[in-house]
């Protein structure tokens, strides 16, 4: 039998599906969505687990309504077993980490969990460790669960995502040709915005996005840049009365309400006047009448009931499209819980999201024929160097204080008890750079390479052997910085940072030679900044 690529999988950013994985699953909410509706008991029991095996955790850190209630809800339509974590009385309260109090409830055998959290990566932290925790227990014969992401702090919520991109294409009529959204008020806190960066690319095909929100409540840069990669055409506006004077408007808006309790006080301050900027009036809906009729509002409530973005007197309107999407919501999760329980997707034909192999991509190996040896003598003082490993172009053309502290770095990373030394030389060319002299060692390892690879990309690892180097090698930037237990993400609120006491070591890809994401909370770092910390 095929396969299912969807079996035991997690959802912890909206990019773990590929985009074609995503248009299979609109396609089957579709299918399962009309099934419900008209009642096909046999269409409804294709999809539906029945195992009283298969358990589900909900793990709610934050408060919840919609999404926590339509996942407990889907959970009944599966006819399957379900604990609701109490996070109030837990030992969470007493100082436990996450990972800890998590690889408990591992160990009880649930096959999928719904997290919601204030940390931003834990679902993906999570994934690690539990791989972790399956292989110390592997007498017990653990299944991975999945980890779905239902929101971490101002990161992502993924299954948010699917199901407004399932509303959104059903009121496009199911058409993937273009989208036209305004995304309307605190853009800066919002995961269901932030979603949206790499959401929406590919579903439709021409993506058109119009930003209003004040100063204070903006998207952030992160996810702008994300938007502009993908070729979003971006336009901005300060407030909805600046919106509307427009000539070409949207005709989908999709609101959110003002996350208070992620403010800090400064913006707290001015919130009135903020959401005055991003509040739907009675002129508003008069200047929307006029200019097009066919225009729908979007919502991921909650709306706060005595200041909401979309008032009330909108819910008879015909706009009124946040209902219909929030019911969305159980249909998409019930058929995400079918995917991942491996009742359906073994059909799926496609491109899978891609699991990159990063194996020695960082290592060139230079040529160091019998006839260049010569050239390739190395000295310690006035002696050559018989045996040893000399590590060459650290840091090259950088300052000396840069220079120095890389060369401090190497000494602590290699952990080696060094009789050897480090220098600053001038190269050939008359720039400085930082040489570091290990005598008698013949081998780095894998891990130590990677390291020094991160840390000072184009240096040179030159193997001597009987006064000649045997092997020279060029280390070049890696896909990923990780194993340096002293880095931090720039993110207060990420899984890795130390003052969390999480123990998980930070990790980023790189996406340009100078752009680094963190891999939990997808925070965007320079190459600097990282090794600022
Ligand atoms: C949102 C959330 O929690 O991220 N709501 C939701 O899940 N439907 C939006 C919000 O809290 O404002």
Redesign the pocket.
């Known amino acids: 039998m095929k396969n299912n690529i969807f079996k035991n999988r997690s959802l912890c950013v909206i990019d773990d599906f590929s985009l074609d994985e995503r248009i299979y699953f609109f396609n089957k909410v579709t299918e399962f969505k009309n099934a419900w509706i008209n009642k096909d008991k046999d269409k409804i029991n294709s999809f539906i687990i029945n195992d009283p095996y298969f358990k589900a955790y909900l793990v709610f850190l934050e408060n919840?309504t919609?999404?926590k209630e339509s996942t407990k809800n889907a959970l009944i339509m599966h006819k399957i077993p379900f604990l609701d974590f109490d996070s109030n009385k837990s030992s969470f309260n007493k100082g436990e980490s996450y990972l800890d109090g998590f690889n408990n409830l591992i160990g009880y055998g649930p096959n999928v969990f719904f997290v919601r959290s204030t940390i931003e990566g834990l679902c993906t932290a999570l994934e690690d460790s539990s791989n972790k925790f399956i292989e110390r227990h592997y007498e017990h014969n653990f299944e991975k669960p999945s980890f779905i992401n239902c929101?971490d702090g101002k990161h992502e919520?993924p299954t948010?995502e699917l199901l407004d991109e399932f509303s959104f294409l059903e009121y496009n009529k199911g058409s993937r040709d273009k989208i036209h959204i305004a995304l309307i008020g605190d853009l800066l806190h919002g995961?269901?915005i932030h979603s949206k960066a790499n959401g929406l690319k590919g579903v439709f095909n021409n993506v058109k996005i119009d930003l209003i929100a004040p100063d204070e409540l903006k998207l952030p840069s992160n996810y702008e840049r994300i938007m502009i990669e993908n070729n979003f055409e971006i336009n901005k506006y300060e407030s909805l009365d600046e919106y509307l004077s427009h000539k070409n408007i949207a005709k989908l808006f999709y609101f959110?309400?003002l996350?208070l309790e992620r403010m800090g006080e400064n913006i707290r301050m001015k919130e009135k006047n903020l959401r005055k900027k991003v509040t739907l009036t009675k002129e508003h809906i008069n200047i929307l009448n006029s200019k097009n009729k066919d225009y729908h509002l979007f919502h991921?409530?909650?709306r706060i009931k005595n200041t909401p973005t979309i008032p009330f007197w909108v819910d008879p309107l015909k706009c009124n499209a946040y209902e219909k999407q929030s019911i969305n919501g159980l249909y998409c999760r019930a058929v995400l819980l079918s995917l991942i329980g491996g009742r359906i997707g073994s059909d799926f034909e496609g491109r899978s999201k891609s699991i990159e192999t990063y194996e020695n991509e960082f290592i060139t190996y230079i040529n160091t024929s019998s006839s260049n040896l010569e050239k390739h003598k190395f000295k310690e003082g006035i002696k050559s160097i018989q045996t040893g490993i000399v590590i060459d172009h650290i840091a090259k053309g950088k300052s000396l204080s840069e220079i120095g502290h890389k060369l401090r770095t190497i000494e602590d990373i290699l952990k080696i008890n060094s009789e050897g030394g480090f220098w600053k030389t001038h190269s050939p060319d008359g720039l400085l750079k930082g040489l570091y002299f290990i005598p008698y060692l013949k081998e780095l390892s894998y891990e130590q390479l990677k390291k020094l690879a991160a840390l000072a990309p184009k240096c040179r690892v030159n193997y001597i052997k009987d006064h000649s180097v045997t092997k020279k090698i060029e280390l070049n930037l890696p896909s990923k910085i990780e194993g340096y237990h002293n880095l931090e993400c720039n993110n207060p609120n990420c899984i890795s940072r130390s003052e969390l006491f999480e123990n998980v070591t930070p990790i980023f890809n790189k996406q340009t030679n100078d752009s680094f994401k963190c891999k939990f909370c997808s925070t965007n770092h320079s190459y600097d900044e990282i090794w600022k910390s």
């Open positions: 919840s919609r999404t929101g919520h948010q995961r269901t959110t309400r996350q991921p409530l909650p």
